[in-house]
């Protein structure tokens, strides 16, 4: 069932769209909504480890409902990611660009997944997983799952590079994703989960984007 959740992740995300081809890119990209994405992603990772941070599963939840609901806000209509790709290639000087990078900057901090170390930790804890080759495998899932995070976040901190076709949607994807790992590593460095304060900030800041770029329309 976990390999099956990021699998769905993976096909659903139109950062990915250079690799697959246009017929499953276009049957899976209704599915390319941040709340849905991001729920498919905590569940499949709570399903790989033995205790589950419920806390912290609980507030990035929260976070993908507000983040959402702030895409709706400053774009009513936009279909998921490909709807705010869209939508900033229509109107490149909205409000939506700043909400979405704000929403991508809120779920880069709240990092809600087991780090490597983590893990280790939580399976020394339970000792239902005892085999080397099923905790090894629960590593190799949950890599996956962080490259799905990361992959969600990249999309929504860059969506005007989503949608290149070849070796320009590879280079679009590439920068993408070296540009969000280094902000996710910076963050992760700074240890900036420790303060809820700066992420009220992000999610208040994306509020008023949103709420300046309907007003400018």
């Not at 490909?82 to 929403?103: D, E, K, M, N, Y």
Request: aromatic share 6%; hydrophobic share 55%; charged share 10%.
């Amino acid at each position: 069932m976990a390999f099956a959740f990021i699998m769905v992740v993976f096909w659903s995300l139109p950062g990915v769209d250079a690799f697959i081809g246009t017929h499953e890119g276009q049957f899976f990209a209704p599915m390319a909504d941040p709340l849905l994405i991001g729920s498919l992603l905590l569940v499949g990772s709570a399903c790989l480890t033995p205790v589950v941070p419920v806390g912290r599963y609980l507030g990035t939840a929260l976070v993908l409902c507000v983040a959402d609901i702030l895409l709706v806000l400053a774009a009513p209509g936009t279909d998921g990611l490909v709807g705010v790709h869209t939508a900033l290639q229509l109107t490149p000087g909205s409000g939506l660009a700043g909400t979405s990078i704000c929403c991508a900057l809120a779920l880069a901090v709240v990092a809600p997944l087991p780090t490597e170390a983590e893990l280790t930790r939580l399976f020394s804890d339970d000792v239902s997983v005892k085999k080397r080759p099923q905790r090894d495998q629960n590593r190799m899932l949950l890599g996956l799952y962080h490259m799905g995070w990361l992959l969600l976040v990249a999309d929504l901190l860059l969506p005007v590079l989503i949608g290149g076709q070849g070796w320009a949607g590879i280079v679009g994807l590439a920068a993408r994703l070296a540009m969000t790992l280094a902000l996710i590593v910076g963050l992760k460095l700074s240890a900036v989960e420790r303060y809820p304060r700066l992420l009220a900030l992000l999610i208040g800041l994306g509020f008023l984007i949103a709420l300046a770029g309907r007003f400018a329309t």
